[in-house]
């Protein structure tokens, strides 16, 4: 019963990815897709900003050169 169950979810992933790659190849979901793509980008670079701060990066320090003491 369970490997009836998965296969049948699987038919119908296949079906809805099909589906959307036909409305994504007329252009019906392009707005959505372009839309999703710049959320995405923004969250990235947001969470990117707060990893820099949190490790105390600082690009002007990054570019001095390291000075080796022995």
Do not use: D
């Not at 019963?1 to 409305?23: E, S, T, Y």
């Not at 019906?28 to 947001?46: E, I, M, S």
């Amino acid at each position: 019963a369970l490997h009836a169950v998965l296969c049948a979810a699987g038919f119908n992933i296949r079906w809805l990815l099909r589906a959307l790659r036909r409305q994504l190849q007329a252009g019906g979901l392009k707005h959505v897709y372009l839309a999703l793509t710049a959320v995405w980008t923004a969250l990235l670079a947001a969470a990117m900003a707060g990893f820099n701060s949190a490790m105390n990066f600082n690009p002007e320090l990054s570019r001095q050169p390291v000075l080796h003491q022995t």
